[in-house]
């Protein structure tokens, strides 16, 4: 069954970015693009457990086919698939209902003057909602379209970052490319994180699949993620010994999203593992 990305169009430069990354990685990972035009300023998204409200800028709308055609030719222009998502259920007359039926989701671009300040929007309590309930990884768009040419997983040993490997593995066979992971050593060696691997019945496929281990014995994690390439789609897991908040607020997702410029794919607590 063909894999679906749902990718909430805005019509701002910020947008349009995420827009060309979302169809990169359709492209890629041979998936159907799915973008939803939106008419009014927010929507539910219906999760199995919970119904999260997005929240959009007034100046994400636009004339509807002046969009559309915007989002042909942009997804033309990257070879993508595409497809368009019309609401056929309302809550009420202004607030359309999404379901959460799909394989990817591109994060919704920020709102207000603040969360168009933060750096790309990464943190934002939307994110951590969707993040909490949704079956699915979360794209993250890069500062700026950089084709990926490798796929890198940010290993550091949980079962959340056990389940970032799968995801990575997964990907990486997908859109061949090589995968590659950086671990910060944080006092522990090579080979009790390979333990983690063998506990979780991966040790057979990382020896096989992982082209390059970057593990760093730096004492500042920023430091670490100097060694990750400019041209790598990076994979995050939201680690399970901390909450959600705690994940988004302290200091790991928050310094990724300072330094790198990269497209980010977070594996919340419920996500998908293998695509």
């Given at each position: 069954?063909?894999?679906?990305?749902?990718?909430?169009?805005?019509?701002?430069?910020?947008?349009?970015?995420?827009?060309?990354?979302?169809?990169?990685?359709?492209?890629?990972?041979?998936?159907?693009?799915?973008?939803?035009?939106?008419?009014?300023?927010?929507?539910?998204?219906?999760?199995?457990?919970?119904?999260?409200?997005?929240?959009?800028?007034?100046?994400?709308?636009?004339?509807?086919?002046?969009?559309?055609?915007?989002?042909?030719?942009?997804?033309?222009?990257?070879?993508?698939?595409?497809?368009?998502?019309?609401?056929?259920?309302?809550?009420?007359?202004?607030?359309?209902?999404?379901?959460?039926?799909?394989?990817?989701?591109?994060?919704?671009?920020?709102?207000?003057?603040?969360?168009?300040?933060?750096?790309?929007?990464?943190?934002?309590?939307?994110?951590?909602?969707?993040?909490?309930?949704?079956?699915?990884?979360?794209?993250?768009?890069?500062?700026?379209?950089?084709?990926?040419?490798?796929?890198?997983?940010?290993?550091?040993?949980?079962?959340?970052?056990?389940?970032?490997?799968?995801?990575?593995?997964?990907?990486?066979r997908q859109?061949?490319?090589?995968?590659?992971?950086?671990?910060?050593?944080?006092?522990?060696?090579?080979?009790?994180?390979?333990?983690?691997?063998?506990?979780?019945?991966?040790?057979?496929?990382?020896?096989?699949?992982?082209?390059?281990?970057?593990?760093?014995?730096a004492r500042?994690?920023?430091?670490?993620?100097?060694?990750?390439?400019?041209?790598?789609?990076?994979?995050?897991?939201?680690?399970?010994?901390?909450?959600?908040?705690?994940?988004?607020?302290?200091?790991?997702?928050?310094?990724?999203?300072?330094?790198?410029?990269?497209?980010?794919?977070?594996?919340?607590?419920?996500?998908?593992?293998?695509?």
């Open positions: 069954m063909e894999k679906r990305l749902l990718h909430i169009h805005c019509q701002t430069p910020q947008g349009l970015e995420g827009l060309r990354q979302a169809a990169y990685f359709c492209r890629r990972i041979r998936a159907l693009l799915t973008v939803y035009l939106p008419l009014s300023d927010k929507f539910l998204v219906y999760f199995e457990n919970d119904v999260v409200q997005i929240d959009l800028d007034g100046g994400c709308l636009a004339p509807v086919e002046a969009a559309r055609d915007q989002v042909e030719t942009l997804a033309s222009q990257a070879g993508a698939k595409l497809d368009f998502f019309v609401p056929r259920h309302f809550t009420s007359a202004s607030l359309p209902d999404i379901p959460a039926d799909f394989d990817f989701m591109c994060s919704p671009p920020p709102t207000g003057r603040r969360g168009r300040q933060t750096a790309r929007g990464r943190t934002g309590h939307q994110i951590q909602r969707i993040l909490r309930a949704a079956r699915y990884p979360l794209l993250v768009p890069g500062a700026f379209h950089t084709p990926w040419q490798r796929i890198l997983v940010l290993f550091g040993g949980s079962a959340n970052a056990v389940a970032a490997c799968r995801l990575g593995l997964s990907l990486a859109a061949r490319v090589p995968l590659e992971m950086l671990t910060q050593a944080e006092g522990g060696t090579r080979d009790e994180y390979r333990e983690k691997w063998k506990a979780a019945g991966l040790a057979g496929a990382l020896e096989d699949g992982l082209q390059q281990w970057h593990f760093s014995h500042r994690f920023e430091e670490s993620l100097g060694a990750v390439p400019a041209d790598a789609l990076v994979i995050m897991g939201a680690f399970d010994h901390i909450s959600i908040r705690e994940f988004f607020h302290g200091s790991k997702l928050k310094t990724v999203c300072a330094v790198l410029p990269n497209s980010l794919i977070l594996a919340g607590p419920r996500g998908a593992t293998e695509i």
